[in-house]
């Protein structure tokens, strides 16, 4: 870890048995592409599921099986940090400094946070929700990463770190810590749910609309036969008239690398069965040998777990030199040894 300008930072909530299909588009594939050009830091971020309050043994199995997802895409220990959030203790202690510089109104404007709440009423909303998006500038300004690689759902929550980022610099002076850039890719920014194609795929959505990494390939083409589409019978790409073929055709262009105009011409005068029949056969290839990775990952917690304790030993290292740095400057005394003793006094 030699160069922050060049690092990047991202992490995924262990909420579910499975990652989906717009965390792999999304997130993953960018995590996986950017080990060749960066320093990159990756987290299970723990301490985030806990805002929803998941059950305690839950959250322990999701944690390794979301860590086991994510070497089983692509992400490489040898050369990138892969750890668990809640083993860096720096996390929540530079949470509470950014929240004594955090303005209740603009953590209030969160529109995630307005979404969540309202679906869990005022006694299911927890501060921790709330603190939410404070806890993951936290976690990116800990590494100095310049470069964040999100979905557009996290893009306010990035332009928060941004703007707390900013403010410590000009309260604390220059360097105390880098100005994070979101890295979003317009074309799989956002995947649809495939039953509600006008809301975002997520772990906590319709489960007929999710299409999981971990399904079996039957699932999978069960749950794209049954997405939901239009009266018409056209395969044009069009978001706003037809959000759920223009979905399908985003899923298909993403993992086949072919641009969407190309699929469009191929499918002219065909029915949406065959693009969902072809669709099903593109994501079950590529969801397959992760699932197997996954499986054998599991098979080894030791090494795993392994895995996740050197990544929180190297997270750690950079964690406490900017927590420290950062601590420093706000003009907390440091914790000196103690090495005299006052009995000889
Ligand atoms: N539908 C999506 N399309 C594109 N990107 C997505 N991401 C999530 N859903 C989509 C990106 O995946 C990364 C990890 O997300 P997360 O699990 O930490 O949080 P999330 O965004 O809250 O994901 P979910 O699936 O919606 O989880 P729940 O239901 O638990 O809240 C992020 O980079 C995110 O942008």
């Not at 299409?211 to 069009?238: M, N, Q, W, Y």
Request: glycine share 8%; with cysteine.
């Amino acid at each position: 870890m030699s160069n922050p300008e060049s690092r990047a930072f991202s992490g995924i909530q262990p909420t579910a048995d499975s990652l989906h299909l717009g965390n792999y588009l999304g997130a993953l594939v960018n995590w996986v592409a950017f080990q060749d050009k960066f320093e990159c830091v990756y987290c299970v971020v723990d301490l985030h599921s806990l805002t929803v309050g998941p059950d305690p043994a839950a959250i322990r199995e999701r944690t390794r099986r979301t860590a086991a997802q994510m070497l089983a895409v692509g992400i490489d220990p040898t050369r990138s940090i892969l750890f668990v959030q809640s083993h860096v203790p720096q996390h929540t202690e530079l949470t509470w400094l950014l929240n004594c510089i955090t303005g209740f109104g603009e953590a209030s404007r969160m529109t995630q946070f307005k979404d969540k709440s309202s679906r869990r009423g005022s006694e299911g909303t927890t501060v921790g929700l709330f603190d939410y998006p404070v806890l993951m500038a936290a976690d990116i300004l800990l590494y100095d990463a310049a470069i964040v690689p999100v979905g557009e759902d996290q893009r306010q929550h990035l332009e928060l770190s941004r703007d707390l980022a900013t403010r410590l610099n000009t309260r604390y002076g220059e360097g105390t810590v880098i100005v994070p850039e979101p890295y979003i890719v317009a074309a799989t920014a956002k995947i649809q749910d495939l039953q509600d194609p006008t809301a975002k795929m997520s772990k906590s959505g319709n489960p007929g609309g999710i299409l999981e990494l971990l399904d079996s390939p039957k699932v999978l083409a069960k749950r794209i036969k049954s997405a939901v589409t239009d009266g018409e019978t056209e395969i044009r790409f069009d978001p706003a008239k037809k959000p759920g073929i223009s979905n399908l055709l985003t899923i298909y262009s993403a993992l086949t690398g072919r641009s969407i105009d190309a699929i469009v011409q191929e499918y002219q005068g065909k029915m949406y069965g065959h693009l969902k029949v072809d669709l099903a056969e593109i994501v079950v290839e590529a969801f397959t040998p992760i699932r197997e990775r996954t499986e054998q990952y599991l098979a080894e917690p030791e090494t795993l777990d392994a895995i996740l304790a050197e990544g929180a030993e190297r997270a750690g290292r950079i964690a406490q030199q900017v927590y420290g740095r950062v601590a420093d400057r706000f003009g907390l005394l440091p914790p000196r040894r103690h090495t005299t003793s006052h009995a000889s006094a």
